[in-house]
Structure formats: C-alpha cells, structure tokens
C-alpha cells in the first residue's frame, strides 16, 4: 500500500503547486507537460508490450476486450456518470465539485493505474506506480490551476481504488500464475500505448474501452497452454 499513498502524496503535492502557482501556467507550459508525459508513457508502454508471452492471445484480447468495451460504452458511461454527479452536485465550471470528479477519473480510469497496482501487489514491482505518481503529480499541477481545490481531493480516491486492487493482487496471482500476470502486463502496455497517443494529442483511441482486455489476457493465455 505504500505506493499507493506516494501516489496520493504526489496528487496532493502538485495540486497544492497548482493552487499556489496556477496563474503562471499558460497553456504553453501545460502543452509541454502534456507531451512530456506522453512521451513516457508511450516509452513504458512498449516496454511492457514487448514482453507479450504470446502475440496472437495479445491480438485477440485487445480487439475483443475493445468489442465488449465498445458494446459496452465503458468509457463513455465513466465520463457520463462523472457529469452526472457533478450536475446533482450542483458543479460549475472551476468548482470543487467538478475538479474532484474530473480528477479522479483521470487518475483512476487508465490502465496504468490497474496494471500498476496489481503489479504492485503481486510482484512487489513499485516501479509503474511510482512513474505514474509523477506523471499524476504533474498532471495535478494543471488541473488544479483550472478546477482548483477539487483536484486535490481526488488524492482520496486513488487511495480506494488503487488500494483496492493492490490488496487484491496477491489473490489474482495465486489465480492466473505467472503466465498470466506476463500476458497482463504486456496487454496494459498496449493500453498505455493507447493512453500515449491521446496524451500526445495523435489520436483519441478511447483506450478505457479497451479495459476488458486486461481479464481477457489472462485467461486467453491459460487456454492458449491448454491447447
């Protein structure tokens, strides 16, 4: 759980900077965030993707975790069901309502944050929360500079979410094997890929669309060995 509060800290950390120095942050400097991030993730995300144990189980998870998500609207119901409670929370633009809703769904909704707790969990790898935790912190300062306090407080749901899979990760282990958590790895990598493109602003790929393929992987691959 450790990482996880680092996680946390470092929200609360840049969005206390955004606070403090937002008026100073032009678009330009946020452009620049927003591509510096990018870039990492995309790095990360071929680094993870190269280690896929099997690229037809990688192939066929990702393009049918992308049908169910699709048919779903996954990420299309995250963001409707953030403007819904921020309507009934009576949010404005700038408020602290909608800054901790739009926050947290940044923070929580990505693949990084699954893969990375889970991985955390598992093999006491803390390496993709930490690299997260600075992205998040700097991602923190920008959105705290537009919506204010509010994105603070999402600190608090990293802690649930994140926390959550964290705990569960040594029970996912045992339930896969290491075959499996490999082919989870590799497919959030994909998905990082994805995350990269939209953080770049090359292509809004709707990669929340594609998190179905992080429970298919695994099992893909365990069939896979069967046959």
């Known amino acids: 759980m450790g990482a996880v509060f680092v ?83 009576g949010a404005e633009s700038g408020s602290v309502g909608l800054g901790f809703l739009n926050a947290s769904v940044l923070f929580c909704a990505g693949a990084m944050a699954v893969v990375g707790s889970i991985q955390a969990g598992t093999e006491g790898d803390y390496s993709l929360i930490y690299i997260k935790s600075v992205m998040d912190g700097m991602v923190a300062i920008v959105f705290s500079a537009i919506y204010g306090f509010g994105t603070l407080l999402s600190a608090v749901s990293i802690i649930i979410y994140q926390g959550f899979f964290t705990i569960l990760g040594g029970y996912i282990e045992s339930l896969i094997g290491s075959a499996g958590i490999e082919a989870l790895s590799a497919e959030g990598g994909l998905l990082l890929i994805m995350i990269a493109l939209k953080l770049l602003g090359i292509k809004d790929t709707k990669s929340g669309n594609f998190l179905p393929a992080l429970v298919l992987a695994p099992a893909f691959q365990a069939l896979a060995a069967l046959l």
Do not use: H
């Not at 032009?26 to 510096?36: K, P």
């Not at 993707?49 to 998870?61: G, K, M, Q, R």
């Open 7 to 89: 996680n946390a800290f470092a929200i609360v950390l840049g969005s206390v900077i955004g606070l403090l120095f937002g008026k100073r942050i032009n678009a330009s400097l946020q452009s620049v965030i927003m591509y510096a991030a990018g870039t990492v993730v995309l790095v990360l995300g071929i680094q993870m993707s190269l280690e896929i144990p099997n690229t037809l189980v990688a192939l066929f998870a990702l393009a049918i975790g992308g049908i169910i998500g699709t048919l779903l609207k996954i990420e299309d119901r995250v963001l409707g069901l953030g403007e819904k409670l921020g309507s009934k929370a």
